[in-house]
């Protein structure tokens, strides 16, 4: 996975990418580990811990995002 800073040089939209690809290697270790065939359980929590990090950044991004619109709209 990508290092915070790497991933804070991303746009929302691909944040949302990411998060959409890491939620389903979620699933499909979750689908894996179910049928006893997960050979490495520590990449569910590696995963999850991944799928958070870019969920943290995407919030930190929107918000940035916003604070800037909304400083333009006050500065009319």
């Known amino acids: 996975m ?3 800073s790497e991933l804070r040089a991303l746009s929302a939209d691909e944040l949302r990418q990411q998060l959409d690809e890491r939620k389903e290697d979620l ?40 604070d800037e619109h909304d400083d333009n709209d006050n500065g009319e």
């Open 2 to 4: 990508a290092k915070p």
């Open 27 to 66: 699933f499909q270790l979750r689908i894996q580990n179910a049928t006893h065939q997960l050979e490495d359980y520590a990449q569910l929590a590696s995963t999850r811990r991944d799928i958070a990090r870019i969920m943290t950044i995407l919030t930190e991004t929107v918000r940035t995002e916003e």
